[in-house]
């Protein structure tokens, strides 16, 4: 019982440190166009927020596969520790207003330190979580933290500037970043025991080539890009207005910043449901209306509060809208080509937002701060409603399987995964059938499946003796995928029996929320394999009743 709590810690412990990573991360970012926009205006803000984040998007996919050479845990500490270091010197050279390229440099080093941290956050959950409950937690805690980063950190980055200085609030972030780093120091996490052949960069041209030859899938992440560019211009918009048009300190203007943050918690909730809808386009361009809209009518708001809720609803709008997308995506595409267009899209997000922060000043230089979201806003819903049709294509060649997801909705830790990852789970299942007294699995042997009961019954037994009975609705033999180990019980067929399968891989690829399943589930595996191996009585814990 002790491991169990010790592993439960670890898992919290590590969603705890993302969460002070996410507000670290949008605080420095907010910070540094806080500063350039009372330095130079919107220009210097606009080019200082996009030049931070370059480097990152260009390196990133080449320092992806930290977490694959030393063992997980020290290359998350020692990320936070780099970034408690960068920021720290940040703060020195905020208080001593050092010229705003120093300022920037630091920022974008904190961009890729924290674009190698993020992976291997994700990498590291299946490894901490004692049960699929607590990983499918951990997935959702960390999603929430990074909205609530989105929130918080350019509010505190504002609040801060309007206080204290600017500085002050790096030198919070920096003590923030080495408790972080604390945090995760002890987890004790193996290497993956494999790198990957192909790198994400290799694995993004060839995407590239395969959706330049689909239309319709260039079309979704077209929008998609250009939504990233809608957001990223906001960022340095709502400074502005903020500043310009409601004459308002730093600290409104961090709110403003925040504003989209705080909406896509709310399009989170409403995506939950997606998963069982069978066309997606239509949700797809209807977040993003909803998005554009709000813009539309900044000019015409006089309270910062006013402000506040036209953004948020474009961020609850970009939120359900990319939730729909990612699944649609996920229908729509074959499943061997599905990682490289998954890393195209994480490749433009940066580079979107990026685009959006140099595309932010010349609007405002054109149109004024007031009415300069007026075309974002009106291209964002006409450009969603003109691609409606195409991407409708991806509605009618999807793969929806309507009796395997309301199967699943009945198992509660796959209830609770996002859209896209039971969409991957239900496309990959298979039907069993069983006669009576067909055995499923056998206790010691090597797990393979996970299994979800449609209709019948079996016995699960633990060394000959039978424990319980298994019926319509519940699932088994996620706990020996997920820590490689062998089965504890063995299952039995007692009536005509019909069971729903998983492959190994992919129940791993769905619940690791990996777009590459195979990879991830030979690290995990490996990663498992070495955690027991060294440590003979490591692991999970067994109750008696563990069928698993």
């Keep these: 019982m002790t491991d ?3 592993s439960d810690w670890s898992i919290y412990r590590a969603v705890l440190a993302y969460a002070l990573m996410a507000i670290v991360e949008l605080s420095i970012w907010t910070t540094v166009m806080l500063v350039a926009y009372q330095q130079g205006g919107a220009g210097a803000a606009g080019l200082a927020a996009g030049v931070s984040l370059l480097p990152a998007a260009i390196l990133s996919p080449f320092l992806g596969s930290v977490g694959d050479r030393i063992p997980r845990g020290t290359a998350l500490s020692g990320c936070y520790c780099v970034a408690a270091v960068i920021v720290t010197i940040l703060a020195v050279l905020l208080k001593i207003q050092t010229p705003l390229w120093s300022i920037v440099a630091l920022a974008s080093a904190v961009a890729v330190v924290i674009s190698v941290a993020r992976p291997i956050h994700y990498a590291s959950l299946p490894q901490l979580a004692t049960g699929p409950n607590f990983l499918v937690w951990g997935n959702s805690a960390t999603a929430f933290a990074a909205g609530i980063g989105g929130f918080a950190g350019p509010a505190l980055a504002g609040l801060a500037a309007a206080t204290f200085g600017s500085w002050s609030l790096a030198a919070a972030a920096g003590v923030a970043m080495l408790a972080a780093s604390g945090l995760a120091l002890r987890l004790r996490l193996p290497k993956s025991g494999e790198e990957s052949s192909n790198g994400a960069w290799h694995e ?9 030859s689909d239309a319709s899938v260039l079309a979704l992440l077209a929008l998609s890009g250009f939504a990233f560019v809608v957001h990223g211009a906001l960022e340095i918009l709502g400074v502005t207005f903020a500043s310009s048009v409601l004459g308002l300190n730093e600290s409104s203007q961090g709110l403003l910043v925040g504003a989209p943050g705080l909406g896509s918690l ?3 909730l409403l995506g939950v449901g997606l998963a069982y809808r069978r066309r997606l386009a239509f949700p797809v361009s209807l977040g993003l209306v909803v998005a554009g809209l709000p813009l539309m009518f900044m000019g015409g708001v006089g309270s910062l509060s006013g402000a506040v809720v036209l953004i948020a609803l474009f961020g609850l709008g970009e939120r359900f809208s990319s939730l729909a997308s990612e699944a649609l995506v996920q229908r729509a595409t074959d499943d061997f080509v599905l990682a490289r267009v998954f890393a195209v899209w994480e490749s433009i997000t940066l580079f979107g937002f990026a685009a959006g922060s140099f595309l ?12 300069a979201f007026l075309p974002l806003g009106l291209g964002l ?7 409606w049709p195409v991407m409708r294509s991806l509605d009618d060649r999807a793969i929806f399987r309507t009796d395997v997801l309301e199967l699943f909705k009945g198992v509660s830790f796959l209830a609770a995964m996002q859209p896209a990852a039971l969409d991957r789970l239900s496309n990959m299942a298979d039907w ?5 007294g067909e055995i499923v699995i056998t206790q010691g042997d090597e797990g393979d499946s996970y299994y979800v009961v449609q209709e019948g019954s079996l016995s699960l037994a633990v060394d000959g003796t039978v424990q319980r009975n298994l019926g319509p609705g519940q699932g088994f033999g996620e706990v020996g995928l997920l820590y490689d180990r062998p089965r504890a019980a063995t299952v039995t067929a007692l009536e005509p029996t019909r069971l729903l399968v998983v492959e190994r891989d992919e129940f791993l690829a769905a619940v690791t929320r990996s777009v590459d399943g195979h990879r991830i589930a030979r690290r995990v595996a490996a990663a498992q394999l070495a955690r027991t191996s060294g440590h003979p009585s490591a692991g999970v814990p067994r109750h008696p009743r563990d069928p698993h």
Excluded: F, K, N
């Excluded at 993004?204 to 330049?212: D, E, I, K, P, S």
């Design 432 to 436: 069993e059938d069983l006669e009576p």
């Design 204 to 212: 993004a041209v060839a995407g590239l080539r395969h959706v330049g």
């Design 381 to 387: 819903a006409a450009m969603a409603l003109l691609l």
């Design 266 to 268: 709310g399009g989170a």
């Design 360 to 371: 932010a000043p010349v609007l405002v230089s054109w149109l004024g701060a007031q009415h």
């Design 4 to 6: 169990i709590v010790e």
